[in-house]
């Protein structure tokens, strides 16, 4: 975790919340981390964290929700930090911490309740980099990859932040590298403190011309991606002309179906849109090697 990711974090728990803010927040935060045990007569769920604030507020927001039967925050060891948990119990009264009972869909729930969800997801799984390095990137992690899309639709809908998808180690991460958007998230967590912090460095990186050395990078980039998307799409077309695309295998051919539909997009979003198609996950190195059994059909039809 970044010192400026812990920063944020600090300053989201030194926050006071409304009540039903608290009960947004928490059910984010279960979702997201829990542990549970299914024992009938006595239902228990663990929440933990790496942070130690975080698992202080967490702690406090159930003592003030009325959780009187829980025990005491537990410290254990792991590898060289501290894990801290709490151990929740006697669930058949609070239905709403349960994991997916706290419908952020519903056009009802206030705009400063989806605020606190968000600061929720952020305390488990967000991570940004520090202002002072070279790339600016914001990320959070889920598991589920419908409650990811839920989330993606929830930011750009109501806070007008332009989320991309992208998979890692069977996770998927939603991320932001754009400064201005980092900074609209900061504001949207109620950090003005962190967002002073993030401010105050892209200033002095703007006088260095480092954005605009990397703005340069990024249509280098996305040259390079239209250049290639455009050659795929030739030898796809041409191997259709030649009734060789049986001789690709099942997943080349969706992937080159793709390709054709999606002709700007990178190796990374046609492995989103292959998950979309398909159900089945493939990184960017397999999209890349799916790549190159298309070139190699294309050169035997060409030589035969």
């Known amino acids: 975790m970044s010192s400026f990711t812990m920063m944020i974090k600090d300053e989201i728990c030194q926050k006071s919340f409304e009540d ?7 059910s984010a935060f ?3 981390n829990k542990l549970t045990n299914n024992n009938k007569e006595n239902q228990e769920i663990k929440l933990y964290s790496f942070h130690e604030p975080t698992i202080n507020l967490i702690f406090q927001l159930l003592k003030n929700q009325g959780w009187e039967n829980y025990s005491e925050i537990l410290t254990k060891k792991y590898k060289k930090a501290n894990r801290y ?33 968000i600061a929720g997801i952020f305390l488990v799984s ?35 932040l332009d989320f991309k998808i992208i998979i890692r180690r069977n996770k998927f991460i939603l991320y932001l590298k754009k400064s201005n958007d980092i900074s609209e998230f900061l504001k949207l967590l109620d950090c003005p403190q962190a967002v002073f912090s993030f401010e105050d460095q892209r200033i002095k990186r703007e006088l260095l011309n480092t954005i605009n050395r990397f703005n340069n990078i990024d249509i280098s980039n ?4 239209l250049v290639a998307s455009l050659e795929q799409v030739k030898m796809i077309t041409k191997i259709k002309e030649l009734n060789g695309f049986n001789q690709l295998s099942d997943k080349c051919q ?21 998950y979309e198609k398909t159900g089945e996950m493939i990184t960017k190195s397999g999209v890349n090697h799916l790549m190159r059994e298309l070139k190699k059909t294309y050169r035997e039809l060409l030589s035969m």
């Open 30 to 32: 279960v979702r997201l």
């Open 222 to 225: 996305q040259q390079k991606t």
């Open 126 to 160: 967000g991570s940004i980099n520090s202002p002072t390095t070279s790339n600016y990137h914001l990320e959070l992690q889920f598991n589920d990859y419908q409650f990811v899309k839920t989330i993606q639709k929830l930011l750009l809908d109501n806070f007008n």
């Open 20 to 26: 039903c803010c608290q009960k947004s927040l928490l």
């Open 254 to 274: 969706i992937l080159a179906d793709l390709r054709l539909i999606n002709q700007d997009a990178s190796l990374t979003e046609l492995s989103i849109f292959y």
């Open 85 to 117: 948990l709490i151990e929740v119990n006697n669930l058949s009264n609070g239905i709403w911490l349960k994991s997916k009972d706290f419908d952020i869909t519903n056009k009802n729930v206030k705009k400063h309740c989806l605020r606190a969800y």
